[in-house]
């Protein structure tokens, strides 16, 4: 059966309709601040105490909107008769947010948990040159990152942790085992 003419613009117009008798739902957004998602993507926040100058997000970034400098400092030995040790101490780290594209590459290849999103998203500047953010900037936003999410209670531990707990109660098995042997020869050694 052929569709009968205007039945597509009487359904347009029943939408319109409808939506026109609903209250609107308008957030006002400098007075009231969204709920964003959990795993939003905002800036990202840097955690400096983990970061080793390792330079793979640098190197990994397909935007080159990552600055890191460093310098060797050398580590006196922890050991008497040890040899000295040279480590990388950052010095500058930063991100230039007007050529991010919050792909997130950085933060999967930083094997040390150093980069971290952070759901902050009002950094608006009125010059681009300044959404060149230093470390310090990147520092403060680290602590607006929130917490991961709760583990499904119903998933398998992870392989590290099962097997430390093997481990550990292989070890409280066999201190189990001892104490009683060596209580029983204080026992019958005495007279």
Known sequence: MPPIPGSGLAKGLAVTLRTMTKKTVTAQYPDTQPELPPRSRGVIGLF????TVCMLCARECPDWCIYIDSHKETVPPAAPGGRERSRNV????????SLCMYCGICIEVCPFDALFWSPEFEYAETDIHELTHERDKLREWMWTVPEPPALDPGAEEPKEIAAARKTADKLATQQA???PQAQQSEEGGTP
Do not use: S, T, V
């Not at 400096?48 to 970061?51: G, H, I, L, S, V």
């Open 90 to 97: 950052l010095d500058r780290f930063a991100i230039d947010f």
């Open 48 to 51: 400096e105490e983990n970061c």
């Open 177 to 179: 085992h001892q104490a």
